[in-house]
């Protein structure tokens, strides 16, 4: 698994829409942190077989793979299993599903 050349921390943002990966991106940009996206829970499990991330952050509502099912698979992978995930939900007028659980929303500040 390929690392990064620094120890700067890698956080893997994912989620299905372009326009909330920005947002995100300027959010947590004051962190230091290096940044990859990914576009759906597909990519982002392809990711992570090549590069280590200190934190993951989902998407809970994306089409076909959605968060809570990335996640899964992520904790079910010895390499991962242990890797800090948190998950996001962009409220806008898209209904909750319900199989998922309720989740609060999240904030991100830098600190410092």
Do not use: C
Not at 26 to 54: H, I, N, W, Y
Not at 68 to 93: C, M, N, V
Not at 105 to 111: I, L, N, T
């Amino acid at each position: 698994m390929a690392s990064s050349i620094d120890d700067t921390p890698s956080v893997l943002l994912v989620d299905d829409r372009p326009e909330n990966l920005l947002a995100l991106a300027a959010v947590l940009e004051p962190l230091q942190v290096r940044l990859r996206t990914a576009g759906s829970g597909e990519e982002a499990l392809k990711a992570l077989l090549e590069e280590d991330f200190a934190v993951v952050l989902l998407d809970v509502q994306m089409p076909g793979m959605d968060g809570f099912e990335t996640a899964k698979f992520i904790r079910g992978r010895e390499r991962s299993r242990q890797l800090t995930q948190g998950y996001l939900r962009f409220f806008d007028d898209a209904p909750a599903r319900a199989d998922q659980p309720r989740v609060p929303p999240v904030v991100v500040e830098a600190v410092g």
